[in-house]
Protein backbone atom coordinates (compact mmCIF):
# COMPACT_ATOMS: atom_id res chain seq x y z
CA UNK A 1 0.00 0.00 0.00
CA UNK A 2 0.94 3.36 -0.79
CA UNK A 3 2.38 5.35 1.97
CA UNK A 4 -0.72 8.09 2.84
CA UNK A 5 -0.22 11.73 2.22
CA UNK A 6 -0.28 14.05 5.24
CA UNK A 7 -2.94 14.20 7.89
CA UNK A 8 -6.04 16.01 6.73
CA UNK A 9 -4.77 16.71 2.86
CA UNK A 10 -7.42 17.36 0.42
CA UNK A 11 -6.94 14.54 -2.01
CA UNK A 12 -8.73 14.01 -5.73
CA UNK A 13 -8.49 11.55 -8.90
CA UNK A 14 -9.92 9.73 -11.25
CA UNK A 15 -10.68 6.19 -11.49
CA UNK A 16 -11.64 3.84 -14.04
CA UNK A 17 -13.91 1.37 -13.71
CA UNK A 18 -13.09 -1.82 -15.72
CA UNK A 19 -13.88 -5.16 -16.77
CA UNK A 20 -15.48 -7.77 -18.72
CA UNK A 21 -19.62 -7.00 -19.64
CA UNK A 22 -21.95 -7.57 -16.54
CA UNK A 23 -19.75 -7.91 -13.28
CA UNK A 24 -21.43 -5.12 -11.63
CA UNK A 25 -19.35 -2.04 -12.94
CA UNK A 26 -22.69 0.01 -12.71
CA UNK A 27 -24.10 -1.14 -9.68
CA UNK A 28 -20.45 -0.54 -7.10
CA UNK A 29 -20.29 2.87 -8.90
CA UNK A 30 -24.43 3.86 -8.23
CA UNK A 31 -23.53 2.16 -4.30
CA UNK A 32 -20.27 4.19 -3.97
CA UNK A 33 -21.77 7.55 -5.37
CA UNK A 34 -25.05 7.31 -3.65
CA UNK A 35 -27.53 7.82 -6.41
CA UNK A 36 -28.56 6.34 -9.39
CA UNK A 37 -26.48 7.21 -12.52
CA UNK A 38 -25.58 4.34 -14.68
CA UNK A 39 -27.99 1.49 -15.92
CA UNK A 40 -27.70 -1.54 -14.47
CA UNK A 41 -29.45 -4.90 -16.49
CA UNK A 42 -28.72 -8.39 -16.60
CA UNK A 43 -28.26 -7.67 -19.61
CA UNK A 44 -24.24 -7.69 -20.85
CA UNK A 45 -23.27 -4.02 -22.48
CA UNK A 46 -25.36 -2.09 -21.11
CA UNK A 47 -23.00 1.21 -20.52
CA UNK A 48 -22.02 2.04 -23.88
CA UNK A 49 -20.53 5.67 -23.10
CA UNK A 50 -17.87 6.44 -20.56
CA UNK A 51 -20.16 7.84 -17.80
CA UNK A 52 -18.32 9.94 -15.33
CA UNK A 53 -19.70 10.01 -11.73
CA UNK A 54 -18.44 12.01 -8.66
CA UNK A 55 -17.95 10.78 -4.62
CA UNK A 56 -17.50 13.73 -2.77
CA UNK A 57 -16.54 13.46 1.10
CA UNK A 58 -14.16 15.44 3.66
CA UNK A 59 -10.99 13.44 2.34
CA UNK A 60 -11.40 14.63 -1.09
CA UNK A 61 -12.97 13.93 -4.58
CA UNK A 62 -13.12 10.80 -6.63
CA UNK A 63 -14.19 10.91 -10.45
CA UNK A 64 -15.12 7.65 -11.74
CA UNK A 65 -15.01 6.43 -15.06
CA UNK A 66 -17.58 3.57 -15.59
CA UNK A 67 -16.38 2.52 -19.30
CA UNK A 68 -18.44 0.07 -21.68
CA UNK A 69 -17.64 -3.69 -20.38
CA UNK A 70 -14.92 -4.89 -22.30
CA UNK A 71 -15.59 -7.71 -25.32
CA UNK A 72 -14.90 -9.13 -28.27
CA UNK A 73 -16.82 -6.31 -31.34
CA UNK A 74 -19.63 -7.47 -33.58
CA UNK A 75 -19.76 -4.18 -35.13
CA UNK A 76 -19.14 -0.56 -35.25
CA UNK A 77 -21.22 0.00 -31.78
CA UNK A 78 -18.78 -2.69 -29.97
CA UNK A 79 -15.55 -0.87 -31.81
CA UNK A 80 -16.80 2.47 -30.49
CA UNK A 81 -17.06 0.74 -26.82
CA UNK A 82 -14.12 -1.07 -26.39
CA UNK A 83 -12.33 1.64 -27.99
CA UNK A 84 -13.96 4.31 -25.17
CA UNK A 85 -13.03 1.53 -22.42
CA UNK A 86 -9.35 0.93 -23.25
CA UNK A 87 -8.24 4.81 -23.71
CA UNK A 88 -9.10 5.20 -20.30
CA UNK A 89 -6.67 3.23 -18.82
CA UNK A 90 -3.91 5.56 -19.92
CA UNK A 91 -5.93 9.04 -18.49
CA UNK A 92 -6.72 8.07 -14.83
CA UNK A 93 -5.17 8.14 -11.63
CA UNK A 94 -5.86 4.44 -10.57
CA UNK A 95 -7.66 1.58 -12.36
CA UNK A 96 -10.35 -0.83 -10.46
CA UNK A 97 -10.42 -3.91 -12.41
CA UNK A 98 -13.98 -5.80 -11.39
CA UNK A 99 -14.21 -9.49 -11.83
CA UNK A 100 -16.78 -12.43 -10.69
CA UNK A 101 -14.98 -15.25 -8.23
CA UNK A 102 -14.24 -17.59 -10.90
CA UNK A 103 -10.89 -19.40 -11.25
CA UNK A 104 -11.66 -19.57 -14.98
CA UNK A 105 -9.76 -16.93 -16.80
CA UNK A 106 -10.46 -16.31 -20.49
CA UNK A 107 -9.32 -14.92 -23.20
CA UNK A 108 -11.07 -11.50 -22.49
CA UNK A 109 -9.43 -11.11 -19.03
CA UNK A 110 -5.87 -11.59 -20.15
CA UNK A 111 -6.94 -9.23 -22.78
CA UNK A 112 -7.17 -6.98 -20.32
CA UNK A 113 -4.51 -7.95 -18.17
CA UNK A 114 -2.06 -7.27 -20.93
CA UNK A 115 -3.83 -3.37 -21.47
CA UNK A 116 -3.48 -3.08 -18.47
CA UNK A 117 -0.06 -4.14 -17.84
CA UNK A 118 1.31 -1.22 -20.85
CA UNK A 119 -0.91 1.34 -19.33
CA UNK A 120 1.72 1.48 -15.72
CA UNK A 121 -1.22 2.75 -13.80
CA UNK A 122 -2.04 1.02 -10.54
CA UNK A 123 -4.50 -1.38 -10.63
CA UNK A 124 -7.03 -2.79 -7.58
CA UNK A 125 -8.60 -5.90 -8.52
CA UNK A 126 -12.26 -5.66 -6.95
CA UNK A 127 -13.43 -9.11 -6.90
CA UNK A 128 -17.58 -8.54 -7.03
CA UNK A 129 -20.33 -10.74 -5.81
CA UNK A 130 -18.75 -12.29 -2.55
CA UNK A 131 -21.81 -12.71 -1.36
CA UNK A 132 -22.39 -16.01 -3.81
CA UNK A 133 -19.75 -17.80 -3.09
CA UNK A 134 -18.07 -19.63 0.25
CA UNK A 135 -14.54 -17.90 1.55
CA UNK A 136 -12.69 -20.95 1.05
CA UNK A 137 -13.68 -20.49 -2.45
CA UNK A 138 -12.87 -16.89 -2.99
CA UNK A 139 -9.57 -17.37 -1.91
CA UNK A 140 -9.09 -19.93 -4.86
CA UNK A 141 -10.39 -17.29 -7.39
CA UNK A 142 -8.45 -14.47 -6.12
CA UNK A 143 -4.64 -16.66 -6.56
CA UNK A 144 -6.19 -17.80 -9.76
CA UNK A 145 -5.92 -13.73 -10.86
CA UNK A 146 -2.44 -12.94 -8.94
CA UNK A 147 -1.24 -15.89 -11.64
CA UNK A 148 -1.46 -13.40 -14.39
CA UNK A 149 -1.25 -10.11 -12.89
CA UNK A 150 0.79 -8.02 -10.14
CA UNK A 151 -2.19 -5.95 -8.30
CA UNK A 152 -1.29 -3.30 -6.38
CA UNK A 153 -4.31 -4.37 -3.75
CA UNK A 154 -7.29 -7.11 -3.73
CA UNK A 155 -10.29 -6.07 -2.23
CA UNK A 156 -13.40 -8.41 -2.62
CA UNK A 157 -16.90 -6.49 -2.58
CA UNK A 158 -20.46 -7.16 -3.45
CA UNK A 159 -21.80 -4.18 -5.22
CA UNK A 160 -25.09 -5.47 -4.71
CA UNK A 161 -25.22 -5.64 -0.44
CA UNK A 162 -22.52 -2.77 0.12
CA UNK A 163 -20.38 -5.48 1.60
CA UNK A 164 -16.84 -4.10 1.53
CA UNK A 165 -17.60 -1.12 -0.30
CA UNK A 166 -16.24 1.21 2.10
CA UNK A 167 -13.26 -0.39 2.78
CA UNK A 168 -12.66 -0.14 -1.20
CA UNK A 169 -13.79 3.70 -1.07
CA UNK A 170 -10.78 3.87 2.01
CA UNK A 171 -7.95 1.80 0.14
CA UNK A 172 -8.53 4.39 -3.21
CA UNK A 173 -7.65 7.29 -0.86
CA UNK A 174 -4.83 5.60 0.02
CA UNK A 175 -3.80 5.68 -3.68
CA UNK A 176 -4.85 9.27 -4.56
CA UNK A 177 -2.54 12.42 -3.94
CA UNK A 178 -3.10 15.63 -3.09
CA UNK A 179 -5.30 17.23 -5.99
CA UNK A 180 -7.93 20.00 -6.03
CA UNK A 181 -11.66 19.68 -6.31
CA UNK A 182 -12.85 19.32 -9.86
CA UNK A 183 -16.37 19.36 -9.48
CA UNK A 184 -18.50 21.47 -6.86
CA UNK A 185 -19.82 19.51 -3.84
CA UNK A 186 -23.99 18.93 -5.64
CA UNK A 187 -22.31 17.53 -9.10
CA UNK A 188 -22.70 13.94 -9.16
CA UNK A 189 -22.21 13.40 -12.94
CA UNK A 190 -21.32 15.65 -16.28
CA UNK A 191 -23.98 13.34 -17.78
CA UNK A 192 -26.27 15.44 -19.38
CA UNK A 193 -29.99 15.46 -17.78
CA UNK A 194 -31.25 14.44 -21.42
CA UNK A 195 -28.74 11.53 -21.97
CA UNK A 196 -29.67 9.61 -18.53
CA UNK A 197 -33.40 10.17 -18.75
CA UNK A 198 -32.75 8.10 -22.17
CA UNK A 199 -30.51 5.65 -20.22
CA UNK A 200 -33.23 5.30 -17.65
CA UNK A 201 -36.00 4.24 -20.65
CA UNK A 202 -33.41 1.78 -22.22
CA UNK A 203 -32.87 0.02 -18.89
CA UNK A 204 -36.55 -0.25 -18.31
CA UNK A 205 -36.89 -1.49 -21.63
CA UNK A 206 -33.85 -3.96 -21.39
CA UNK A 207 -35.50 -5.31 -18.10
CA UNK A 208 -38.72 -5.81 -19.12
CA UNK A 209 -38.31 -7.40 -22.14
CA UNK A 210 -36.02 -9.70 -21.22
CA UNK A 211 -34.66 -12.27 -23.75
CA UNK A 212 -37.29 -11.46 -26.37
CA UNK A 213 -35.49 -8.30 -27.67
CA UNK A 214 -31.77 -8.75 -28.67
CA UNK A 215 -29.36 -6.00 -27.50
CA UNK A 216 -29.99 -3.81 -30.18
CA UNK A 217 -31.96 -0.58 -29.15
CA UNK A 218 -31.27 2.68 -28.38
CA UNK A 219 -33.18 5.57 -27.31
CA UNK A 220 -33.61 9.35 -28.40
CA UNK A 221 -34.98 12.41 -26.52
CA UNK A 222 -36.68 13.90 -28.84
CA UNK A 223 -38.09 16.77 -26.61
CA UNK A 224 -37.39 17.93 -23.11
CA UNK A 225 -38.66 20.69 -21.86
CA UNK A 226 -39.85 22.34 -18.44
CA UNK A 227 -43.05 23.90 -17.71
CA UNK A 228 -43.04 25.69 -15.66
CA UNK A 229 -46.46 26.40 -13.23
CA UNK A 230 -47.89 25.93 -9.27
CA UNK A 231 -46.73 22.49 -10.36
CA UNK A 232 -43.15 22.38 -12.80
CA UNK A 233 -43.52 19.21 -15.25
CA UNK A 234 -41.45 18.16 -18.06
CA UNK A 235 -42.65 17.23 -20.92
CA UNK A 236 -40.29 14.53 -22.32
CA UNK A 237 -40.59 12.86 -25.69
CA UNK A 238 -38.93 10.03 -26.73
CA UNK A 239 -38.53 7.34 -29.63
CA UNK A 240 -36.96 3.65 -28.97
CA UNK A 241 -35.19 3.01 -31.92
CA UNK A 242 -34.97 -0.95 -33.05
CA UNK A 243 -33.47 -2.93 -35.78
CA UNK A 244 -36.02 -5.06 -36.99
CA UNK A 245 -40.63 -4.74 -37.94
CA UNK A 246 -41.20 -7.64 -35.56
CA UNK A 247 -38.73 -6.56 -32.50
CA UNK A 248 -41.36 -3.05 -32.79
CA UNK A 249 -44.49 -5.49 -32.22
CA UNK A 250 -42.56 -6.61 -29.05
CA UNK A 251 -41.47 -3.44 -27.69
CA UNK A 252 -45.35 -1.77 -28.50
CA UNK A 253 -46.88 -5.17 -27.21
CA UNK A 254 -50.76 -6.05 -27.04
CA UNK A 255 -52.91 -3.03 -27.03
CA UNK A 256 -49.35 -0.34 -26.30
CA UNK A 257 -49.26 -3.07 -22.61
CA UNK A 258 -45.49 -3.29 -22.92
CA UNK A 259 -44.35 0.32 -24.28
CA UNK A 260 -47.07 1.61 -20.79
CA UNK A 261 -44.65 -0.81 -18.79
CA UNK A 262 -41.89 0.66 -19.75
CA UNK A 263 -43.00 4.41 -19.66
CA UNK A 264 -44.75 4.09 -15.92
CA UNK A 265 -41.68 2.29 -14.54
CA UNK A 266 -39.02 4.97 -15.93
CA UNK A 267 -41.03 8.08 -15.70
CA UNK A 268 -40.74 6.99 -11.79
CA UNK A 269 -36.73 6.73 -11.97
CA UNK A 270 -37.37 10.40 -13.67
CA UNK A 271 -39.24 12.04 -11.22
CA UNK A 272 -36.81 10.88 -8.87
CA UNK A 273 -33.82 12.06 -10.73
CA UNK A 274 -35.15 15.54 -11.89
CA UNK A 275 -36.98 16.12 -8.71
CA UNK A 276 -40.01 17.12 -10.82
CA UNK A 277 -43.51 15.50 -12.03
CA UNK A 278 -42.83 13.83 -15.64
CA UNK A 279 -44.80 13.91 -18.37
CA UNK A 280 -43.48 11.08 -20.85
CA UNK A 281 -44.71 10.13 -24.02
CA UNK A 282 -42.90 7.13 -25.94
CA UNK A 283 -42.40 5.95 -29.69
CA UNK A 284 -40.90 3.19 -31.37
CA UNK A 285 -39.47 3.13 -34.92
CA UNK A 286 -37.29 1.03 -36.94
CA UNK A 287 -34.29 2.09 -38.15
CA UNK A 288 -32.19 -1.37 -39.51
CA UNK A 289 -28.71 -2.63 -39.08
CA UNK A 290 -28.38 1.20 -37.12
CA UNK A 291 -25.52 -0.05 -34.81
CA UNK A 292 -23.19 -0.44 -37.89
CA UNK A 293 -24.14 3.10 -39.11
CA UNK A 294 -21.81 5.76 -38.64
CA UNK A 295 -24.08 8.68 -39.18
CA UNK A 296 -26.81 6.89 -36.61
CA UNK A 297 -24.16 5.81 -34.23
CA UNK A 298 -23.45 9.30 -33.97
CA UNK A 299 -27.18 10.47 -33.51
CA UNK A 300 -27.43 8.49 -30.82
CA UNK A 301 -24.70 9.97 -28.87
CA UNK A 302 -22.13 7.44 -29.26
CA UNK A 303 -19.29 9.75 -31.12
CA UNK A 304 -15.36 9.28 -29.79
CA UNK A 305 -15.00 12.75 -30.44
CA UNK A 306 -15.72 14.05 -27.24
CA UNK A 307 -13.38 11.83 -25.13
CA UNK A 308 -10.23 13.90 -28.10
Not at 43 to 50: A, F, G, L, V
Not at 115 to 130: D, F, H, W
Not at 170 to 180: E, H, I, T
Amino acid sequence: MQESQTENEYKSGFAALVGRPNVGKSTLMNKIVGQKIAITSSKPQTTRNRIQTIYHEERGQIVFLDTPGIHKAKNKLGEYMVNVAERTFDEVDLVLWMVEPTTFIGKGERHIAERLAKSGTPVLLVMNKIDTVKKEELLVCIDAYQKIFDFSEIVPVSARTGENVDHLVNVMFDYLQAGPQFYDDDTVTDQPERQIVAELIREKALRLLSDEIPHGIAVAVDQMKLRKGKRNIYDIDATIICERDSHKGIIIGKQGQMLKKIGTQARVEMEEFLQEKVNLKLWVKVKKDWRDSDFLLRNFGYNENHLE
